[in-house]
């Protein structure tokens, strides 16, 4: 008989009541236990006495400050997922609370109502990822140890028990990878969050992640690989989040001495505030150098030629591609084909120039906006869907949010939550699903 699963437990920590109660309104209705606690020291005290699968604590409370409750919490329950609630854009307060206390997300106040369910729920899903990921280990191991333990003479048995060993690492395998793909997703929802502190002409992060990803399917870039670039395009401006909206919307080659000097090290920053997530490690390692220029003139490190890890050169050529159309390196939006032209002229330069050459060649060849090819790809709106469609493209609401991921097959519960959604935001979204024909196209070719 199969257990009932558990509903997660939360602990809301806030030394303002009406912060609670605002939280408590948002959660209503949600398949969670909620406890609450108005300072540091009581919400130790339940901690202490039961179990609690994740904690959102605010930044700043007398006594036990926020930073330091979570990294108490990771310290002596580390399987708790940790979220801060900041009220200011206090960059010492969150890096502390990311070193420190290890954190799953940090959340500006006011939050987004969805922003922060959506956060809850994939906190916890990543959370469930990893408990299972961790039962399977434990399991794999006990096994070993029992195939030690069997007598040499049973050599049937041994096989026997070889493949179901074969199985349990399957299942692993499967489960690290499922675990690296919500990395991914969940490094492009955060994406499409600090998009919004850009003007809507301006938010070119999507672009990015579509450029580098179709290259790196084009030129068969080995998997991981894939992964680490789509991590670093989304994530590649993180260190501009301390920046004010002025400084955002304003071209590179405008900036003031000042304001230059606070550019050149966003790139190490964006990799600091990710030192605290492994899986990340590598993408943040991209984030750093996205910058560096082939002659040894960029930043942070002056890195020259192929001492420049590969995906930063290529992501630099995308950002470059990218920001040049909208505005955000000279002091006018440059067309599509005077930034190819742009790139060539500064190959060798700025830029790798084989790698220059293949990647102005790729964006020559595809359509004039990537993200506007149609070969192969049907769009549908909401009442058109049908359970076993595939997603081409991500889909993300009106406002940044990432709904759905490119891949996703479509089933009827999913297909009525659409639909529910739209009727609540007053919209109508269009689906980009992929067309069984163009995957079977290629099959007919050959038979015929």
Not at 275 to 289: K, T
Not at 294 to 310: A, S
């Amino acid at each position: 008989m199969t257990e009932a699963p558990c509903r997660p437990t939360l602990l809301l920590v806030d030394d303002e009541e009406n912060i609670l109660s605002a939280l408590r309104r948002v959660l209503r209705g949600e398949p969670y236990d909620l406890l609450t606690a108005t300072s540091g020291s009581a919400a130790l005290d339940m901690l202490a006495g039961q179990q609690v699968d994740l904690v959102v604590s605010d930044a700043r409370m007398p006594g036990l400050d926020g930073p330091s409750l979570l990294a108490e919490v990771q310290r002596r329950w580390p399987g708790t997922v940790r979220i801060l609630l900041t009220g200011a854009a206090d960059l010492d307060t969150s890096i502390r609370a990311i070193n420190q206390g290890q954190i799953y997300r940090y959340l500006g106040k006011p939050w987004n109502d969805d922003e922060l369910r959506f956060t809850l729920r994939q906190a916890l899903a990543h959370q469930h990822a990893e408990r299972e990921h961790r039962r399977l280990e434990s399991l794999t191991l006990e096994q070993n140890q029992r195939l030690h333990e069997l007598n040499a003479s049973l050599e049937q048995r041994v096989v026997d028990r070889t493949a179901e060993l074969q199985q349990t690492a399957d299942m692993l395998d499967l489960a690290y990878d499922e675990l690296r793909r919500s990395y991914v997703t969940a490094t492009e929802v955060f994406s499409s969050l600090l998009a919004q502190r850009l003007p809507g002409d301006t938010q070119g992060n999507a672009q990015v992640i579509a450029l580098v990803r179709a290259f790196a399917a084009e030129h068969q870039l080995p998997e991981t690989d894939r992964r680490d670039l789509a991590m670093a395009a989304a994530l590649y401006n993180l260190g501009k989040l301390t920046w004010d909206d002025q400084l955002l919307n304003r071209p590179s080659d405008l900036m003031h001495r000042e304001e230059r000097e606070r550019y050149v090290r966003y790139p190490a920053l964006g990799e600091s505030l990710l030192m605290a997530l492994e899986p990340l490690h590598d993408a943040g390692r991209l984030i750093r150098h996205h910058q560096e220029r082939w002659n040894g003139t960029g930043f942070p490190d002056q890195l020259r030629g192929e001492d420049i890890p590969f995906g930063a050169r290529l992501l630099k050529l995308a950002v470059d591609f990218v920001e040049l159309q909208f505005g955000l390196v000279l002091q006018r939006e440059v067309p599509r084909q005077e930034a190819l032209q742009f790139l060539t002229r500064y190959a060798g330069r700025l830029y790798d120039p084989e790698l220059c050459r293949l990647f102005t060649d790729f964006c020559t060849r595809s359509a004039p906006d990537l993200l506007d090819a149609t070969a192969g790809i049907l769009a549908v709106d909401t009442r058109r869907l049908e359970p076993g469609m595939v997603l081409a493209r991500n889909l993300q609401a009106d406002s940044g949010m990432l709904l759905l991921n490119a891949g996703k097959q479509l089933s009827r519960a999913l297909i009525d939550k659409l639909i529910a959604f739209e009727a609540s935001e007053g919209a109508r979204y269009t689906l980009h699903i992929r067309q069984p024909e163009a995957e079977a196209a290629p099959a007919k070719e050959q038979t015929s």
